[in-house]
């Protein structure tokens, strides 16, 4: 059975840093892109960061571009995102989601997979 | 940036079929997947690529995908149908992924 357990989220004061981790089991990881998708109160998805199985390609949406940085370690089944300077708007749900099908990137793909989610609060 | 556009709402008695769409400039010649979220719970993929089922997704759920317009078509609603649904795409253009606006389906 597929288990992806997100961790790490909080209550946390705009400007400071926060890493959330996504342990995964039931799959083979080093197979699989994942991804980050994050829902604020109340409102719609938001794609926030993909990253290949190798590491290899990155992406992340434009609103997080240059303070989120997705990484994994295929070795210990994990995901991770480190997320610096925090504002207010990124206040939300964060949930992992793993590509429903191996390829060599992180394009293309729909998510078959979720976790429950951490929540992320930046409030001063 | 590419922008998806789906109805706040659609309302249907038990027994009918609801249709959301998703609009999208020439989302014809994109691969478009479903998601169906229940209030409190994660988002469960329903469709993938246009109109492929995952496993233990009823027949009841099906996609369509041509020209501006992307459909979810829902026949024989069940009160447990009952959610938000959010369509995605991959746009290449500008290397995001991208979510509908999501529309809640309405069990009358």
């Known amino acids: 059975e597929v288990q992806l357990v997100e961790s790490g989220g909080g209550l946390v004061q705009p400007g400071r840093s926060l890493r959330l981790s996504c342990a995964a089991s039931?799959?083979?990881?080093?197979?699989?892109?994942m991804h980050w998708v994050r829902q604020a109160p109340g409102k719609g998805l938001e794609w926030v960061s993909g990253i290949s199985w190798n590491s290899g390609s990155i992406g992340y949406a434009d609103s997080v571009k240059g303070r989120f940085t997705i990484s994994r370690d295929n070795a210990k089944n994990s995901l991770y995102l480190q997320m610096n300077s925090l504002r207010a708007e990124d206040t939300a749900l964060y949930y992992c989601?793993?590509?429903?099908?191996?390829?060599?990137?992180?394009?293309?793909?729909?998510?078959?997979?979720w976790g429950q989610g951490t929540l992320v609060t930046v409030s001063s | 940036s590419y922008v998806l556009t789906q109805p706040p709402s659609v309302s249907v008695a038990p027994g009918q079929t609801a249709r959301i769409t998703c609009g999208g400039n020439?989302?014809?010649?994109?691969?478009v997947h479903w998601y169906q979220q229940k209030p409190g719970q994660a988002p469960v993929l329903v469709v993938y690529d246009d109109s492929d089922r995952p496993s233990g997704i009823p027949e009841r759920f099906s996609g369509s995908n041509s020209g501006n317009t992307a459909t979810l078509t829902i026949s024989r609603v069940e009160a447990g149908d009952e959610a938000d649904y959010y369509c995605q795409v991959w746009d290449s253009s500008s290397a995001l992924y991208v979510f509908g606006t999501g529309t809640k389906v309405t069990v009358l």
């Open positions: 989601a793993k590509a429903a099908h191996d390829s060599s990137g992180y394009y293309y793909a729909s998510f078959d997979y």
């Open positions: 039931g799959f083979t990881f080093d197979d699989y892109a």
């Open positions: 020439n989302i014809g010649s994109k691969s």
